[in-house]
C-alpha cells in the first residue's frame, strides 16, 4: 500500500488490474475494463475512476480500516433515507465484508463534479452568487429527512459520547505526533471548557458530516467528485 503526499490517515489501497476486473464481474460479467485511474480518496477512502469497455465510468471506493463495514452499512442505510428527498447516487455493487479485495466496496455511477474553489476560479464571483440560493435549497431539502418505522434506523450520535471520543484521541500518540504536543494540549483544553455546553447541542436533531481535513484546496480537488470521501 503506497503512502501519499497528501496528510491521509490511511495509505491508499493499491488494486492490481486483475482485482479491480473481478470486482466490476456483476456489472461487465468479468470481461476486460478499459481505463482505471486512481483519484485519491480524501483522508481514508481510496476512490479509482473505471472506465469500461463501451464506455461506461464507475466510480470504485474502498474502505480501508476497522470498522469500514459498518460504517458502509451506515452510509447505504443514509442514502436510502435521502433517496426520497435529495437526489443521491445509487449503489450498484455492495462487498460489505471484503471478500473480493479484503476491504469493504461499493461501485456508484462516476459523477462528474467540481469543487466550489475551482468553480469560483474558473467562473467568478458572479456565478458563486448564483450558487447560493440552490446550494440552501438543498441543505434545507436534506433537513427536512425524517426516521420512519419503514425506513432502517439511523445510529444516534451523543455530543458527549464525540467530546470523550476526541479527548481520547487527542490523547493519543498517533494524533500528538500528528498535531505537535502544544496543538492537541490545547484542543483538549479547549473540550474541557466547553464540555458543559456542546451536549446542549443533542436536543437538536440534524444530519451532519464531520469531515474536516484542514488540507489544501490543491490537495482536496478530487474530494467531490465520484464520492471520494
Same mark, same amino acid.
Given at each position: 500500500?503506497?503512502?501519499?503526499?497528501?496528510?491521509?490517515?490511511?495509505?491508499?489501497?493499491?488494486?492490481?488490474?486483475?482485482?479491480?476486473?473481478?470486482?466490476?464481474?456483476?456489472?461487465?460479467?468479468?470481461?476486460?475494463?478499459?481505463?482505471?485511474?486512481?483519484?485519491?480518496?480524501?483522508?481514508?477512502?481510496?476512490?479509482?475512476?473505471?472506465?469500461?469497455?463501451?464506455?461506461?465510468?464507475?466510480?470504485?471506493?474502498?474502505?480501508?480500516?476497522?470498522?469500514?463495514?459498518?460504517?458502509?452499512?451506515?452510509?447505504?442505510?443514509?442514502?436510502?433515507?435521502?433517496?426520497?428527498?435529495?437526489?443521491?447516487?445509487?449503489?450498484?455493487?455492495?462487498?460489505?465484508?471484503?471478500?473480493?479485495?479484503?476491504?469493504?466496496?461499493?461501485?456508484?455511477?462516476?459523477?462528474?463534479?467540481?469543487?466550489?474553489?475551482?468553480?469560483?476560479?474558473?467562473?467568478?464571483?458572479?456565478?458563486?452568487?448564483?450558487?447560493?440560493?440552490?446550494?440552501? *435549497?438543498?441543505? %434545507?431539502?436534506? !433537513?427536512? $429527512? &425524517? +426516521?420512519? =418505522?419503514?425506513?432502517?434506523?439511523? #445510529?444516534?450520535?451523543?455530543? @458527549?459520547?464525540?467530546?470523550? *471520543?476526541?479527548? %481520547?484521541?487527542? !490523547?493519543? $500518540? &498517533? +494524533?500528538? =505526533?500528528?498535531?505537535?504536543?502544544? #496543538?492537541?494540549?490545547?484542543? @483538549?483544553?479547549?473540550?474541557? *471548557?466547553?464540555?458543559?455546553?456542546?451536549?446542549?447541542?443533542?436536543?437538536?436533531?440534524?444530519?451532519?458530516?464531520?469531515?474536516?481535513?484542514?488540507?489544501?484546496?490543491?490537495?482536496? *480537488?478530487?474530494?467531490?467528485?465520484?464520492?471520494?470521501?
Amino acid at each position: 500500500m503506497p503512502t501519499t503526499a497528501d496528510p491521509r490517515v490511511l495509505p491508499l489501497v493499491a488494486l492490481d488490474p486483475v482485482t479491480i476486473t473481478s470486482m466490476f464481474a456483476p456489472i461487465t460479467g468479468g470481461t476486460s475494463l478499459g481505463a482505471i485511474t486512481s483519484v485519491g480518496g480524501g483522508l481514508v477512502n481510496t476512490v479509482f475512476r473505471v472506465t469500461t469497455r463501451d464506455g461506461e465510468r464507475y466510480a470504485l471506493r474502498i474502505l480501508a480500516g476497522a470498522p469500514q463495514g459498518e460504517r458502509l452499512a451506515a452510509e447505504l442505510r443514509l442514502l436510502d433515507r435521502l433517496r426520497d428527498v435529495v437526489p443521491v447516487p445509487a449503489p450498484i455493487v455492495i462487498d460489505e465484508r471484503g471478500t473480493q479485495c479484503g476491504f469493504p466496496f461499493v461501485i456508484y455511477r462516476w459523477i462528474d463534479g467540481i469543487t466550489l474553489n475551482e468553480c469560483r476560479r474558473a467562473q467568478g464571483a458572479g456565478t458563486m452568487e448564483t450558487l447560493a440560493e440552490p446550494l440552501g *435549497r438543498l441543505a %434545507a431539502m436534506v !433537513a427536512t $429527512a &425524517r +426516521v420512519t =418505522e419503514e425506513k432502517p434506523a439511523l #445510529r444516534r450520535v451523543s455530543v @458527549r459520547d464525540s467530546i470523550d *471520543r476526541a479527548d %481520547a484521541e487527542l !490523547a493519543s $500518540a &498517533r +494524533v500528538r =505526533e500528528r498535531l505537535g504536543q502544544a #496543538r492537541a494540549n490545547g484542543l @483538549r483544553v479547549r473540550l474541557t *471548557r466547553l464540555t458543559d455546553a456542546l451536549p446542549a447541542l443533542d436536543r437538536h436533531a440534524g444530519l451532519v458530516h464531520g469531515d474536516f481535513g484542514g488540507r489544501k484546496c490543491s490537495r482536496s *480537488r478530487e474530494r467531490l467528485r465520484g464520492l471520494g470521501g
